[in-house]
């Protein structure tokens, strides 16, 4: 059975960085695509980042390009999200995903209904 347990969340001040963590476990997860979404009160689940994990290739939505580095650990199958110069609407419960296939578009590994599995989410707050 698929696990996907997020660390990492907290309360931290506009401008920060902060690290969440992604352990997976339940399958080997080397040909998998692992993604980042987020979910602000009130809005819809949106896309954050995603990682090809055998190709190393990352896909990042424009809110957080340039803040937000996707990364993995093959050999501790996890993924992080390292976040810096963190804002206020970066506010958002922050969920784990897997997708065992892999996606021929950026616009796939946009959507929710492209993962598999998913966490239970770990919560961001941004404080101005």
């Known amino acids: 059975q698929v696990q996907l347990v997020e660390s990492g969340g907290g309360l931290v001040q506009a401008g920060d960085s902060l690290r969440l963590s992604c352990a997976a476990s339940g399958r080997t997860f080397s040909s998998y695509t692992m993604g980042w979404f987020r979910q602000a009160p009130g809005k819809e689940r949106e896309f954050v980042a995603a990682i090809r994990w055998r190709y190393d290739s990352t896909y990042y939505a424009d809110s957080v390009k340039g803040r937000f580095t996707i990364s993995g650990d093959n050999a501790k199958n996890t993924v992080y999200l390292q976040m810096s110069s963190l804002k206020p609407e970066d506010t958002a419960v922050y969920y784990c995903?897997?997708?065992?296939?892999?996606?021929?578009?950026?616009?796939?590994?946009?959507?929710?209904?492209?993962?598999?599995?998913w966490g239970q989410g770990t919560q961001v707050t941004v404080s101005s």
């Open positions: 995903a897997a997708d065992k296939d892999y996606c021929l578009t950026y616009q796939c590994y946009t959507q929710k209904r492209t993962y598999d599995y």
